[in-house]
T-cell receptor, first 119, second 110 residues
C-alpha cells in the first residue's frame, strides 16, 4: 500500500496523559499536513510542513501540541496533558507540492486517521 | 473556524437519481476541491476546479464554480449505493492549507 498511513488507528487515553501519533506520507510528497476533525464537522487545519520545515501552525495548536517532521519523511504529532476536548479524529495528508517544471499539484491525499478518545 | 457552508447538511435519494450539493465560501480562492469521506475513514479527493474555471467533469461528477457568488456545486449523476458518504468542499486560498465546509451527508437508498 503506497498511500498515507497513520498509526495508531485508535487511541484511548486518560485525561492528563501524553499521546503521540505517527504519519507516513506518500514517499515522494514533500508537503505534509495535520488536521483535526470532530463529529459532524469538516476537518480543521492544524499545521503544515514543507519537507522538514514547519511553515504554518493554526491557533488551534495550543502549547500542548507539537509536531515534527525530522527528516522530511514521516511526521509525529504529540499532545501533552490531554484534555477531554482533545477527543477527535486526527488526520494526516500529503501532497506532491512543486514538481519539476514548476507545476504545483494541490490535491491532498489523506490517511485513515487516528481516532483519539480522552476519558 | 471553517470557511464555508454546505447545503443541504443531509440528503437522501433513491439509487439512480442525481444528487446535488452546494458549497458557499467567504474569501478569494485559488481553487476549490471536493472530497468524499466514508464513515469513520479518511478523505478521498474527488475533483479540483481552479478559480478561472467554471465547470469541470470527472466520470459521473460535475462541478461548477461561480466566483462572483462565491459558490460551487457538486452533481453526482446516476447515483449508486456506494456513493453513500459525506461530501466536503475545501477551499485553497493560496496558503497551502485547505479550509473545509461542514459537509453534506448523502444517503443513497436502494
Amino acid at each position: 500500500d503506497t498511500g498515507v498511513s497513520q498509526d495508531p488507528r485508535h487511541k484511548i487515553t486518560k485525561r492528563g496523559q501524553n499521546v503521540t501519533f505517527r504519519c507516513d506520507p506518500i514517499s515522494e510528497h514533500n508537503r505534509l499536513y495535520w488536521y483535526r476533525q470532530t463529529l459532524g464537522q469538516g476537518p480543521e487545519f492544524l499545521t503544515y510542513f514543507q519537507n522538514e520545515a514547519q511553515l504554518e501552525k493554526s491557533r488551534l495548536l495550543s502549547d500542548r501540541f507539537s509536531a515534527e517532521r525530522p527528516k522530511g519523511s514521516f511526521s509525529t504529532l504529540e499532545i501533552q496533558r490531554t484534555e477531554q476536548g482533545d477527543s477527535a479524529m486526527y488526520l494526516c495528508a500529503s501532497s506532491p507540492g512543486v514538481l519539476a517544471g514548476g507545476l504545483i499539484l494541490r490535491e491532498q491525499y489523506f490517511g485513515p486517521g487516528t481516532r483519539l478518545t480522552v476519558t | 473556524s471553517q470557511q464555508g457552508e454546505e447545503d443541504p447538511q443531509a440528503l437522501s435519494i433513491q439509487e439512480g437519481e442525481n444528487a446535488t450539493m452546494n458549497c458557499s465560501y467567504k474569501t478569494s480562492i485559488n481553487n476549490l476541491q471536493w472530497y468524499r469521506q466514508n464513515s469513520g475513514r479518511g478523505l478521498v479527493h474527488l475533483i479540483l476546479i481552479r478559480s478561472n474555471e467554471r465547470e469541470k467533469h470527472s466520470g459521473r461528477l460535475r462541478v461548477t464554480l461561480d466566483t462572483s457568488k462565491k459558490s460551487s456545486s457538486l452533481l453526482i449523476t446516476a447515483s449508486r449505493a456506494a456513493d453513500t458518504a459525506s461530501y466536503f468542499c475545501a477551499t485553497d486560498q493560496g496558503a497551502q492549507k485547505l479550509v473545509f465546509g461542514q459537509g453534506t451527508r448523502l444517503t443513497i437508498n436502494p
